[in-house]
């Protein structure tokens, strides 16, 4: 039980410090996406401040979680941040739920309960040697780079998600480096511990993540982001903990169509209450949505044509990226 109220307490931490870190994130200059001055400029910020004692405290419980359980049952629990993300969105923008978003409220509970059920999470499995450890560590971060990499060529919209898909990787590999070290800690102490690498893999993992995270907050709305962080970290977080921490699954084929049915809903239900209006856009469609927003002055731009520039005025293209040279 105690587990089960550790990683709920995670995920609401987590899903409300993502809303508030988005909201600052869209103030922040264009020309800080993948920068390291975007983490500078948003330490200024009060609101992103807040979000992110929200997102360590949520860290902080889910490694607690992680101690005391398998990282393929914490996971699934930790998807469930989307549900406290939209009830914070719900207040902002005054939207209800409706049947979208009631449907992926059910699809997402189901989801991790089929998979918890049917999966029946264990540990105590013989760990992997260092050859399968690295080949799945190495996996994951190529993925990233390619996702990162991708995402440079594309779009705003389509580079936040590609961003936040590797941004949900590198935590799950996170967590289940996390679990490692904390097992560590407990059995060999914090001497032997910081004799490893693990643990500076986790922080290097959780920094890179959080530049990553909060340049798709910037550059699009939250819902073209969180749906795919929050559906990639159980994933690669399950993955990892199965390839090389010895965390067991029932594998009967009727155990494992539930697992491969759970997941799947688990991903459907992410995706269809992010894309739910009770999702913050920009922060011009959340003003427009509680009526705060001022007339514009017949002189003023449109929001499009804003958009299109960058914060310092320069011309930038559909990336955001300064085209006044061209």
């Not at 992997?128 to 690295?134: I, P």
Request: with cysteine.
């Amino acid at each position: 039980m105690a587990v089960f109220l550790l990683a709920l307490g995670a995920a609401c931490c987590l899903g409300l410090g993502f809303v508030l870190q988005q909201h600052a994130a869209q103030r922040a200059p264009r020309t800080d996406l993948l920068h390291w001055r975007l983490l500078l400029d948003l330490m200024r910020m009060p609101e992103w401040l807040v979000g992110t004692g929200f997102m360590v405290s949520g860290l902080l419980l889910s490694a607690l979680a992680l101690n005391q359980g398998q990282v393929s049952l914490v996971e699934p629990l930790l998807a469930t941040n989307l549900l406290f993300a939209m009830a914070l969105s719900r207040v902002l923008t005054r939207q209800t739920l409706g049947r979208s978003g009631w449907a992926g409220v059910l699809l997402l509970g189901l989801g991790v309960t089929a998979f918890i059920v049917a999966g029946q999470p264990t540990g105590g499995g013989p760990p992997a040697g260092e050859l399968r450890h690295w080949l799945v560590v190495g996996t994951v971060v190529g993925l990233t780079l390619l996702l990162v990499s991708l995402a440079r060529r594309l779009p705003l919209f389509e580079e936040a998600t590609l961003l936040a898909l590797a941004a949900g990787l590198l935590y799950g590999l996170q967590d289940a480096l996390t679990r490692t070290t904390t097992q560590r800690l407990d059995h060999e102490g914090l001497a032997a511990v910081l004799r490893t690498w693990q643990p500076y893999a986790v922080v290097a993992a959780g920094v890179i993540g959080l530049l990553l995270v909060q340049s798709a907050f910037e550059a699009a709305p939250l819902r073209m982001s969180l749906p795919a962080l929050t559906a990639a970290q159980p994933l690669a977080g399950i993955a990892c903990a199965v390839g090389f921490l010895g965390d067991r699954l029932r594998v009967t084929p009727g155990a494992l169509a539930w697992q491969a049915a759970g997941l799947l809903a688990i991903v459907i239900g992410v995706i269809v209450i992010g894309r739910h209006p009770a999702m913050p856009g920009t922060v011009r469609e959340t003003l427009e949505s509680i009526g705060a927003l001022p007339e514009e002055e017949p002189g003023d731009k449109s929001e499009q044509d804003r958009g299109a520039r960058g914060r310092d005025g320069t011309d930038r293209d559909a990336k955001g990226r300064d085209r006044s040279g061209e």
